[in-house]
């Protein structure tokens, strides 16, 4: 680890950038309950005086970092202008849910289910935690209402739907880390392109010509 001084306000978008990739790393690499500021501070190869400085604690900082994976995701949708509602749901649909023999992401899982488990007592993981389901809810409904005025879905309720997305995936996703059913994800995700893709596009004639099993969306971290 380097030695330096605490950076000046000038230059925080670049040290907040490294240190939230860091902390990424540092979820994965040591899980949530064990994770340091120090183990941050050597993944990103800086000080803790600078994580400090900059968010004080290991709660803000993760606070922080929750808010970061949410603006990462809605980079990785904008980045798709110009796709199809389709191919944005199934690329939602892979980087919310952990792949079978994806080490990386399945601790990353891991350590976001064993934060999660600290909302109901930690207010500030909790009102950042709403705020992050908020906006990726909002996100599905806004990607299914737009396929809804442009004629490729057929007309129904954008933000049910967004709940029952959502919900699969979080129950898949949590069956994979808790209790292990590694298959769930995929399944779910095959599921919702059978039983919700192709019938938002029924009306339309459609029968999942866009990546029918949606393997070809995905956007890298």
């Known amino acids: ?97 952990p792949d079978e023999g994806d080490a990386d992401r399945e601790q990353f899982y891991r350590a976001l289910l064993e934060l999660r488990a600290q909302a109901p007592y930690r207010e500030a993981y909790r009102e950042q935690l709403r705020a992050n389901k908020a906006s990726i809810q909002q996100m599905v409904a806004d990607i299914v209402r737009n396929g809804i005025e442009t004629g490729e879905f057929r007309p129904v309720d954008p933000e049910q739907t967004a709940r029952l997305v959502l919900a699969a995936l979080d129950g898949a996703r949590g069956a994979a880390i808790a209790l292990g059913d590694e298959e769930d994800p995929r399944a779910v995700r095959e599921g919702l392109n059978e039983f919700v893709l192709d019938s938002l596009r029924r009306e339309n004639g459609e029968n999942g010509e866009n990546g029918e099993n949606g393997d070809d969306a995905e956007v890298e971290e």
Request: negative net charge.
């Open 1 to 97: 680890m380097t030695s330096e001084s605490v950076p000046t306000d000038d230059n925080l978008p670049e040290a907040h950038q490294s240190i939230m990739r860091a902390t990424y790393r540092a979820l994965c690499n040591h899980g949530f309950a064990e994770m340091t500021m120090q183990d941050i501070a050597d993944e990103a190869d800086k000080s803790t005086a600078v994580l400090h400085y900059h968010y004080d604690t290991k709660e803000n900082l993760l606070v922080e970092f929750l808010a970061y994976m949410l603006t990462r995701l809605d980079e990785q949708i904008a980045e798709m202008e110009g796709a199809s509602a389709t191919e944005r749901l199934q690329c939602l649909f892979r980087r919310l849910s």
